[in-house]
């Protein structure tokens, strides 16, 4: 089946404990991205990278880490994570090319920083 | 900075009825696309407009885009209570490969 897995999907954690949140597509996608959705914003764009070892950031890319060593996996890294990125962290893949580009959603990480 | 904008934020309709929602955008886009959000789950694709295209239909869905104005429509026809979600309007830039996500409007379809 094709998919988007994200792990964990639920994380609360501390203050400056460093973590790292998973994302794999079965689907031989080149663009993965990153999104976190907070009510009233809607979804914001933290990275998103279009082949392997090619990483950009979005709209909202402080105090994140990606990283891109194979085409499957895209995990995103907090490593001193805060407060206010209590958030839902959505994953996505997709072609990555313009004239098409359906994003294929993960079904999100709920995190919790206290 | 986000460009997409969706109105309006809200709508409730009674089932039967036609839903329409509204996006605007900022700057060139190279497509949009419209997808579907249940209840904090994750997104579902719905439709992808290309911006030399100016209408497009999937179903009860009927999608316009006027690159003039920067905005787009999406009518969901005869709507039914399993529609109740919220939709967003994405853009995929032209000048980078951005994907900018408005911040969505809630639909509740009433029995």
């Known amino acids: 089946e094709a998919q988007v897995t994200q792990n964990p999907r639920y994380l609360i954690t501390v203050t400056g404990k460093k973590l790292t949140v998973t994302c794999s597509q079965n689907?031989?996608?080149?663009?993965m991205s990153w999104y976190r959705q907070d009510p009233g914003l809607g979804l914001r764009q933290i990275y998103y990278?279009?082949?392997?070892?090619?990483?950009d950031k979005g709209d909202v890319p402080e105090g994140y880490k990606v990283s891109r060593k194979e085409k499957r996996n895209f995990p995103l890294i907090l490593e001193s994570p805060s407060p206010n990125q209590t958030s839902l962290y959505f994953c996505?893949?997709?072609?990555?090319?313009?004239?098409?580009?359906?994003?294929?959603f993960g079904p999100g990480t709920r995190l919790t920083v206290l | 900075s986000q460009q997409g904008e969706e109105d309006p934020q809200a709508l409730s309709i009674q089932e039967g009825e036609n839903a329409t929602m509204n996006c605007s955008y900022k700057?060139?886009?190279?497509?949009l696309q419209w997808y579907r959000q249940n209840s904090g789950r994750g997104l579902v694709h719905l439709i992808l407009?290309?911006?030399?295209?100016r209408e497009k239909h999937s179903g009860r869905l009927r999608v316009t885009l006027d690159t003039s104005k920067k905005s787009s429509s999406l009518l969901i026809t005869a709507s039914r209570a399993a529609d109740t979600a919220s939709y967003f309007c994405?853009?995929?830039?032209?000048?980078?490969?951005?994907?900018?996500f408005g911040k969505g409007t809630r639909l509740h379809i009433l029995p």
């Open positions: 689907m031989n996608h080149e663009y």
């Open positions: 996505a893949s997709s072609l990555g090319r313009k004239e098409y580009n359906e994003q294929f």
């Open positions: 700057t060139s886009i190279n497509n």
């Open positions: 407009i290309r911006s030399n295209e």
């Open positions: 994405a853009t995929d830039g032209y000048w980078d490969d951005k994907i900018i």
């Open positions: 990278s279009m082949n392997v070892e090619v990483t």
